[in-house]
């Protein structure tokens, strides 16, 4: 019996090894097992080997008998009980033993909804930095892609987070009206503190910069010195993917102050958490805190620049520094650019109008519906910002009549599949309290082999298992010396969700899960409760990721 949490991951990677003849005659690399997602083939099959790959292996494509019953007996961590592993035309068919997956999922929810962060990431520090909040700009100066960088530093913040990664978020936002929006839009960023220490770094670097300003006379309005960033690069061979047409930097104000921020964030990282010996040992120069900076594409020029000031200015910065770049937002039906602002209230219109339509003008003018309103169109913004991969161009339909719960793709589809589970557990609690229904029984009292709905295994080989690997895939970590390496997939966690919402909706319009009031029918309702509870941990944890509360009733 396989023990601990089921993982696609590792269920792949062991298939492969059982697959794979013994050297010399390996085969080619690579994957050859595959998970199976559609509903058509899920009927038949959990996992498949094409024929094709499989005639790469073994020339006629027929596998050999001991090396088909050593996949059907297949066992180890993270790899769930199999049933039956077959040859079909296909290639090799591979089910597992359903009940008893959902018997041990279904009983240890915690580990799926809110899996614990790998040993290798904990104590990790992480500057995170968005040059879009940098200056006392005000909400209204913030362009659309500059509002995508936001979205998707604040969404990555979390996703660290939920790996043990300890994050400093930079710059603190210092003007109120920024504060204010980016509250509504339901950002967590840090605030500027009145008891900042900038105006005393600020000189210090100063001192620093007159040892290695290019002697001028005449200096622009607000500029403080020159340095040649370029002469700098040429003596920094191990420095790569830098702009080569960095030379001349002019040094504001501004530039100082997002240096002295850094400064700061980065002086918190040895001190905060303690070191173990190996750690203490390689803290030079900054390598146990690595920086990302996430900027929008207009601003990755002028990043480049403050990263190499840093580096020039300081000796212990961070070495490993990441340029997270968000591709261009286009805006499809609007002549005219728009602000931030201006997108978050036209959604937040649209919105309103739909449920004007759909429920009436009293009932959407209702104060506790003006807070539904507010997260739906933030779901609706985030969920148009970050579906897209952070560096491709994303296309903003603003007619888009999609973005209302209507829209299956849309991020108030998921927020009111959240609310639908929502009521669905407040009508089994109502039913508790009249007397119609029992009180939950213990989990291991569940019959989970009346779980037999196509829809029932969807929800939980294609929602419910996968979860923790979607969380880590959103911000793969890859720890190396001297700092992290990161991969940024923010656009994953969206996806699924618009995924698992079209699966649970589908199933909850086709199966009344709460039956008739019959004790012959209540042990089928538990079990489907079960599954539901499951259903709606994962919703809440992924929703967490985007700062989104979940609703309990639309």
Request: glycine share 8%; aromatic share 6%.
């Amino acid at each position: 019996m396989a023990t601990g949490r089921f993982g696609v991951g590792e269920t792949l990677g062991a298939l492969n090894a059982a697959l794979r003849p013994p050297p010399p005659s390996a085969g080619p690399g690579g994957s050859v097992w595959f998970k199976e997602n559609s509903a058509r083939n899920l009927r038949s099959r959990d996992f498949l080997a094409p024929r094709g790959a499989l005639q790469a292996l073994f020339g006629t494509g027929q596998v050999p008998k001991d090396i088909l019953d050593g996949v059907a007996a297949l066992e180890g961590p993270g790899v769930p009980p199999i049933q039956k592993c077959t040859q079909t035309q296909a290639g090799l068919a591979l089910q597992l033993q359903r009940p008893s997956v959902f018997q041990q999922v279904l009983s240890s929810l915690q580990g799926y909804a809110a899996p614990q962060p790998p040993p290798c990431t904990s104590g990790l520090r992480i500057i995170l930095h968005c040059g879009a909040l940098q200056g006392a700009k005000g909400p209204e100066s913030m362009s659309l892609s500059q509002l995508r960088a936001v979205l998707v530093a604040d969404h990555l913040a979390q996703a660290l987070r939920t790996q043990g990664v300890t994050v400093y978020q930079v710059p603190a936002v210092q003007d109120p009206g920024l504060r204010d929006f980016l509250q509504q839009l339901k950002v967590n960023w840090p605030s500027a503190s009145k008891t900042s220490s900038a105006p005393d770094c600020t000189v210090a670097l100063k001192e620093v910069l007159r040892d290695v300003a290019v002697p001028t006379e005449d200096l622009p309005p607000g500029v403080i010195c020159k340095v040649s960033l370029k002469e700098f690069l040429e003596q920094q061979p191990g420095l790569e993917g830098f702009d080569p047409n960095l030379d001349i930097c002019l040094v504001t104000e501004d530039q100082l102050k997002a240096l002295t921020e850094l400064q700061e964030a980065a002086q918190k990282c040895p001190r905060d958490l303690p070191l173990s010996h190996s750690e203490a040992e390689s803290s030079a120069g900054g390598a146990t805190c690595s920086v990302v900076h996430v900027v929008s594409c207009e601003e990755a020029f002028q990043q480049q620049k403050v990263d190499l000031l840093w580096r020039l200015v300081d000796v212990n910065a961070p070495s490993r520094q990441k340029h997270l770049v968000c591709g261009p937002v286009k805006v499809v039906g609007s002549p005219v650019p728009l602000s931030a602002p201006q997108y978050y209230k036209l959604r937040q219109s649209q919105m309103r109008e739909a449920s004007v339509l759909k429920y009436g003008v009293d009932f959407a003018q209702d104060e506790t519906w003006n807070e539904i309103i507010g997260a739906l169109t933030s779901a609706a913004v985030k969920f148009e910002m970050l579906s897209t991969a952070h560096r491709s161009q994303m296309s903003l339909d603003l007619e888009d009549t999609s973005i209302s719960t209507k829209g299956t793709k849309s991020g108030a589809f998921v927020m009111y599949n959240c609310a639908r589970l929502a009521t669905l557990f407040d009508g089994y609690q109502r039913g508790v309290e009249q007397g119609l229904y029992p009180a939950f029984p213990s989990v291991s009292e569940l019959d989970f082999s009346l779980l037999r709905e196509e829809g029932e295994w969807l929800l939980l080989f294609n929602g419910i298992i996968p979860f923790p690997e979607v969380l880590s895939h959103a911000a793969q970590l890859q720890v190396s010396s001297p700092g992290i390496r990161i991969t940024a997939n923010t656009e994953a966690v969206c996806k699924f969700l618009v995924h698992l919402s079209m699966d649970f909706s589908s199933y909850y319009n086709r199966v009344h899960i709460l039956g008739e009031p019959q004790p012959h029918l209540f042990s089928q309702m538990f079990a489907r409760l079960q599954l539901m509870r499951a259903v709606r941990e994962v919703f809440h944890s992924a929703l967490a990721t985007l700062h989104l509360p979940p609703l309990s009733q639309i």
